[in-house]
């Protein structure tokens, strides 16, 4: 089974509005964190955002926010006043376990193209 | 602050050559991943070095690739001998620390190499 799954494969978005991009999660252990990721044209991955499995509130950063609903395991990562230069894949992971080795699962991935 | 360094950000072999790429983490940052992207796909985690010792290869194909660490800092990883799928970005990553589960540990990546097997 897939331990993250995104379900959108390309969304469109107008420039300065807001999108919610969808990822969903399986896992049994109650410890775990969940990542999104950004990767523009240029292949680099760059760190949006963090929501570990015991927060209490959703993460927020800037622009970003990462709405967290653990009954349901899904994580959307909703931006707020798109830009152009939002314009890139974007994944969300998760890593598992405090005991062992912490491999981070990646999902495969949504293209988001903002246009003006 | 330097980020993480790869090289080269290219490559071009036939199948069955050998290669290798180069990773220079940030700065004190004890832990370091290789991951594969296959166009199409997320990362996923080859190794993973805490200092100079292996914390995890479970998904590395150990008959053809390899992985070094030396003096915990920079890191090599080689393919030998190359097949047509491991056509791919191989990208390097570094965190402070390893930390588990809920934990924070932000990873940061380099550019990555592209990988093309003919």
């Known amino acids: 089974a897939q331990k993250i799954t995104q379900t959108q494969p390309g969304m469109f978005v107008q420039e300065k509005e807001a999108v919610t991009l969808d990822c969903t999660y399986d896992?049994?252990?109650?410890?775990?964190?969940l990542f999104w990721y950004k990767q523009p044209s240029s292949g680099e991955m760059i760190f949006l955002i963090y929501?570990?499995?015991?927060?209490?509130q959703n993460a927020t950063e800037g622009r970003y926010s990462l709405n967290f609903q653990k009954a349901r395991k899904s994580a959307n990562l909703v931006i707020s006043a798109s830009q152009l230069g939002d314009s890139a894949m974007y994944f969300c992971a998760m890593r598992e376990g405090d005991g062992g080795s912490y491999i981070p699962t990646f999902g495969r991935g949504t293209s988001l193209i903002v246009h003006p | 602050e330097a980020g993480v360094a790869q090289s080269p950000r290219y490559k071009i072999i036939e199948k069955r050559q050998s290669v290798a790429f180069w990773c220079n983490p940030i700065s004190g940052h004890a832990t370091l991943y290789w991951y594969q992207q296959i166009l199409g796909q997320g990362p996923k985690l080859l190794i993973q070095?805490?200092?100079?010792?292996?914390?995890?290869d479970s998904q590395l194909p150990k008959d053809r690739f390899s992985a070094e660490r030396l003096k915990g800092v920079d890191s090599t990883l080689k393919i030998q001998p190359a097949k047509l799928e491991d056509s791919a970005v191989y990208l390097c990553?570094?965190?402070?620390?390893?930390?588990?589960?809920?934990?924070?540990?932000?990873?940061?990546f380099g550019p990555g190499t592209r990988l093309t097997v003919l």
């Open positions: 896992t049994s252990d109650p410890s775990y964190g």
């Open positions: 929501q570990g499995s015991y927060d209490q």
């Open positions: 990553a570094s965190s402070l620390r390893i930390a588990g589960g809920s934990s924070y540990n932000e990873q940061f």
């Open positions: 070095f805490q200092n100079n010792g292996v914390v995890d």
